[in-house]
């Protein structure tokens, strides 16, 4: 099997990570994302996605993406 630095190149291999972490993170439900982490990177979620993700923690997707929070107008 090839790695994903043969498959894209070095520089689009981040890439690819970065946004399958996004997507995996986006929507957990969805394991096409979790997968394609599992199968080129044995799972391991870009690490400096999830930091810039950490912040947007705090959105409620319940409630249609209104920050917990936030204060009622």
């Known amino acids: ?16 990570r970065s946004s399958l972490t996004l997507f995996a993170e986006a929507d957990p439900e ?10 080129w990177y044995k799972g391991a979620r870009d690490p400096r996605t999830l930091n810039i993700l950490v912040p947007a923690t705090t959105i409620d997707r319940a409630d249609n993406g209104a920050r917990a929070d936030a204060r009622p107008e």
């Open 1 to 16: 099997m090839s790695g994903p630095e043969e498959v894209f190149g070095a520089l689009d291999a981040v890439k690819v």
């Open 30 to 39: 969805q394991a096409l994302f979790s997968a394609a982490l599992d199968r």
